[in-house]
């Protein structure tokens, strides 16, 4: 079969236009099918960390939008497996306008560097933090895109809570993932709400002393609560982000659908594109066939030759991915999940073997039809 | 001369298989770009046709929704005899208090639940909004555990029928009537005696939002104006209709990506046309040199071809809209950032998105077709007529 690479490459370069316009097109086309393979890898198939692993949610069963009691927090610390338990209160305030939306995160400042061991901070900035109730801490990334510096003031009007923030910036931290969150002391919300509107916080951040723990957990804090007036829902943290990708509509199928309609997309491109080039050639295949050539082996010709056109545009649509992906990390404020996707492996293998198998699918009624066709036939033919 | 369009469509015949693959091509693309516009543009009709142009939403000073509004029943009295609210057949000021939650409802394609919002309200809200109407059953009585369901919500959930109890706040609620508000997004919602609501979520003082009809436009204008002044109050107030055109943003993920995905599959089957369109150019050089004897002009050759591959990707945004047509009607519904609930809405594949559709086809072929067609009218003739 490799005897005949060069015959193949020739071949595939004799109609240089129409070689380079289907390796575009395929390309083009795969390179949206690896982004939303890699989008769904990102969703439902990636593991979490090894910090994110041992983490939970428990939020208000009936939404998010409805709150919890806080004392809930003291009594899950209790449950065995729990290692520690923080608040964790979505601010949604506005910073300048509506249109500089980022994540504002109360939080129990003495307990979230126990939560979250993967953020590394400076021990004078976490202890300055730790210490004031008006203080607070950004991400790098988020510090970078405003300019921040620490002891910069920054003012949050609420929306929801009928308090306004005046923080100070205490320290800038650097985390692997959500390195783009404003954490604050959850106490300085609290002191500005009226007193009827005290002691109830959006979700609780569980932290579990092994994974092994995780799934008992889950279970011990929604049956705690079952039969109180606030229930609750306890789930990892990978789960809990993946309810608000579930907000957003039947994405799982949205995105199936899509891969499968452009999957069919450049199963049509590939084959019209070797349907062409056969036709065009019925007369050499009579020639090759006079020379010698089995009908295998002409066979294995033009099903290699659509192979290995479809293969370069295979890795030329991988490589167009991988652009892509770099802008989509850019647009993804609330979805963890996003903020760092990446062409992996399993989803870069799987581009180029759907490209593998559309060229032989394609390749393969037109490759037959003329493997089989008799010299005379062939020879006869006026295309 | 142009030659005459006979000829393209013949062409267009004679290679059918060519054709349709490469048709199907563009179809697929279209169709991609024709769901998601029947989707955002479902979504935007539905929050369209919501709120009555006289009536004005107060919230509290800094909430931009309903759901993280409070509101008390002190400030209701202070803004319901403000001038300009129009009064009711009894005589009492059209204003009514309102309490809005979320809760949460299984449904059969999401055994997670889907959040939906409760709205607690007294007959005069009721007696305000005048598109809704009574499909079947009654209103729910004041002081009891009972709730009217809008018609969407009851085609998609099977918990949410007729004679069956809901169990929210502290206890079951049952369904007593089903109601309709044509397109709008009141469809997507669950109304409830207010009273017996704010007390189940402990909420008799801390209410949602209040909603004022006014006299007449140039009233309810005034209305905002007035109430936005107001220090005392410290609410915001806004035109219905503005509230919900705003909410449109929530289908903007799903448009944007949709977009995205259909522009770079648009750029494929560019491409793919222009492959099939090159390869007629070649077949028929003969054709073209013939076709240049008999005295058609350069003009006339490049315009032919070009026509060709418009018409041939016109045929799949053709097909792209038979693909898509099924879809029109069929109720879905998208989680809404601002209520934190879902909005339910009916796909529309209206004539205008057809048309785009068609447009956007048209775009593509012409697109793919310029080149190869700007490549047959270079042809000299004698070479043309001597190639095999």
């Not at chain 1, 080039?277 to 009579?286: I, N, Y």
């Not at chain 2, 934190?340 to 004539?351: C, D, N, Q």
């Amino acid at each position: 079969m490799f005897r005949h690479l060069p015959l193949m490459l020739k071949n595939s370069w004799r109609n240089r236009r129409r070689t380079i316009l289907t390796i575009l097109s395929i390309g083009v086309s795969l390179c949206l099918l690896g982004f939303l393979m890699a989008i769904y890898h990102a969703f439902y198939l990636s593991k979490p960390d090894q910090y994110s692993a041992l983490r939970m949610v428990a939020r208000n069963r009936v939404s998010l939008a409805v709150p919890l009691p806080q004392y809930y927090g003291e009594r899950i610390k209790q449950l065995p497996g729990v290692r520690e338990v923080s608040v964790n209160q979505w601010f949604g305030g506005i910073y300048i306008d509506e249109k500089h939306l980022f994540a504002q995160i109360a939080t129990e400042p003495s307990k979230i560097f126990l939560i979250r061991p993967e953020i590394s901070i400076p021990a004078e900035q976490k202890k300055a933090f730790i210490g004031e109730r008006t203080a607070c801490i950004a991400g790098r990334a988020l510090a970078e895109k405003y300019n921040w510096h620490v002891g910069d003031r920054i003012t949050l009007k609420g929306t929801f809570f009928p308090v306004d923030l005046e923080l100070t910036l205490r320290g800038i931290y650097d985390a692997p993932i959500a390195d783009d969150v404003l954490y604050f002391d959850q106490e300085y919300i609290e002191q500005g709400l009226p007193a009827d509107q005290r002691g109830f916080i959006g979700t609780f951040d569980i932290l579990a002393n092994s994974t092994d723990d995780v799934p008992r957990v889950e279970k011990a804090v929604d049956d705690m609560f079952r039969n109180s007036p606030y229930q609750t829902k306890t789930e990892t943290e990978s789960a809990f982000a993946l309810s608000f990708v579930a907000f957003l509509g039947n994405v799982k199928f949205f995105l199936l659908s899509i891969c499968a309609a452009l999957t069919f997309t450049i199963l049509l491109v590939s084959g019209n594109t070797v349907a062409m080039s056969v036709r065009e050639r019925v007369r050499e295949v009579g020639v090759l066939k006079t020379l010698g050539f089995t009908r295998g082996t002409i066979l294995g010709i033009i099903l290699g030759e659509a192979v290995m056109v479809c293969l370069v545009g295979g890795i030329l649509g991988v490589g167009l991915a991988s652009l892509l992906v770099l802008l989509a990390r850019k647009g993804a404020i609330f979805l963890q999940q996003l903020q760092h996707l990446t062409i992996v492996l399993p989803v870069a293998a799987m581009c180029i073997g759907i490209a593998a198998m559309v060229g032989l699918v394609s390749a393969f009624v037109p490759a037959y039809n003329a493997s089989r066709i008799s010299i005379v036939e062939a020879l006869r033919s006026e295309d | 001369m142009a030659i005459p369009l006979t000829y393209n469509f013949r062409n267009l015949i004679v290679r059918k298989t060519t054709t349709i693959m490469t048709a199907f091509g563009v179809a697929l693309t279209v169709a991609v770009l024709l769901a998601v516009l029947a989707m955002v543009g479902g979504l935007k009709s539905a929050l369209e046709a919501t709120g009555d142009p006289l009536h004005v939403l107060v919230l509290r000073k800094g909430a931009n929704s309903e759901l993280v509004s409070n509101f008390s029943r002190e400030g209701f009295q202070d803004i319901k005899f403000k001038a300009g609210v129009a009064r009711g057949k009894s005589g009492e000021p059209l204003a009514s208090l309102e309490l809005v939650t979320v809760i949460n409802l299984v449904s059969v394609d999401a055994p997670d639940g889907i959040n939906l919002s409760v709205r607690g309200l007294s007959p005069v809200g009721i007696e305000m909004r005048k598109d809704l109407t009574l499909v079947s059953g009654r209103w729910f009585d004041t002081g009891k555990r009972e709730v009217v369901i809008g018609e969407s919500i009851a085609k998609r959930f099977p918990d949410a029928q007729l004679g069956k109890k809901l169990h929210f706040g502290t206890g079951d609620w049952e369904v007593v009537g089903l109601m309709s508000a044509g397109q709008s997004a009141t469809n997507s919602e669950i109304f409830a005696d207010l009273n017996q609501l704010s007390s189940d979520y402990r909420r008799s003082d801390v209410l949602s939002s209040t909603l004022l009809e006014a006299t007449d436009s140039v009233a309810a204008d005034a209305l905002v104006k007035n109430l936005d002044s107001d220090q005392r109050l410290n609410v915001d107030a806004i035109l219905e209709k503005d509230y919900y055109n705003k909410q449109t943003s929530s289908a903007l993920p799903i448009e944007s990506l949709g977009i995205l995905v259909s522009v770079i599959m648009a750029v494929g089957s560019a491409f793919a046309a222009m492959n099939t369109m090159y390869a007629a150019v070649a077949r028929r050089s003969k054709e073209i040199g013939t076709l240049r004897v008999l005295g058609f002009s350069r003009g006339s050759i490049l315009a032919s071809f070009f026509t060709e591959s418009v018409l041939l990707a016109a045929l799949g945004g053709l097909i792209g809209i038979v693909l898509v047509l099924p879809l029109s009607g069929a109720t879905t519904g998208i989680g809404n950032f601002s209520t934190f609930s879902e909005t339910s809405f009916k796909l529309r594949v209206t004539p205008g998105i057809m048309l785009t559709g068609l447009a956007f086809a048209v775009a593509l072929g012409a697109a793919g077709g310029l080149l190869p067609a700007w490549n047959a009218a270079r042809k000299e003739v004698l070479a043309a007529l001597r190639q095999v």
